[in-house]
């Protein structure tokens, strides 16, 4: 996608003095539009957002292997759940993520070693590994929230991913009925901002309108 919009902004640069007023402005518009949604993105996922409520469990949503590692998305979010963990000794904490293709291992399990590696104690941590989207790692992580962390006071969840992901991530749970969310945005890779912004926000666009 990214290269797709490289191609038609060169093909526009090329042909610039011959084009009408109006293509001038359906380009600029059309730039617009990614940089003030990608903005608002990255604003909503650096917020902090203030809770009284002890936390119960920490989910941390998948984000693909390298191998049997987690790759750098993956990692900046369970360093950043380590990291939270650290604080709260109390809280529980739920990987989500199953088999990608031609997987040996899930992502929840991978996910598990990285964190037991970072002190995290495998008695904290429970294992969703049959997600392959995001609506899934919240649905089934929903479903062992309600086995294992049920309190009749509302259950308090910490959803933790990227920063450019939180936005649609905290959208997603609240609408399956996780009313007590606090969202935890991890850095986002340089490496990664453009395409993953552009990619997040067709996927926001999707979410708005069929979900």
């Known amino acids: 996608m990214v290269a797709l919009a490289a191609v038609v902004l060169v093909v526009y640069a090329f042909f610039m003095n011959k084009l009408p007023k109006w293509v001038h402005m359906t380009v600029i518009l059309a730039c617009l539009i990614p940089i003030v949604f990608s903005t608002f993105l990255a604003v909503y996922g650096n917020r902090d957002v203030p809770y009284e409520a002890e936390v119960d469990v920490v989910i941390v949503l998948g984000a693909g292997l390298r191998g049997e590692e987690p790759g750098t998305h993956l990692a900046a979010r369970l360093d950043a759940a380590a990291e939270f963990l650290h604080r709260d000794p109390h809280a529980m904490v739920i990987v989500s993520g199953g088999y990608g293709i031609n997987a040996t291992i899930s992502e929840a399990e991978a996910m598990a070693r990285y964190l037991i590696a970072l002190g995290i104690a495998p008695d904290r941590i429970r294992l969703e590994n049959r997600s392959t989207s995001t609506y899934e790692n ?71 309108v069929f979900s």
Request: hydrophobic share 45%.
């Open 138 to 208: 919240l649905r089934f992580s929903l479903e062992i929230m309600e086995n294992y962390f049920y309190n009749p006071h509302g259950t308090t969840a910490v959803v933790v991913t990227n920063q450019f992901h939180i936005y649609r991530a905290t959208r997603q749970a609240r609408r399956l009925g996780m009313t007590a969310v606090v969202p935890l945005g991890a850095p986002t890779p340089r490496s990664g901002v453009l395409s993953n912004y552009f990619r997040e926000m067709l996927a926001v666009v999707n979410f708005w």
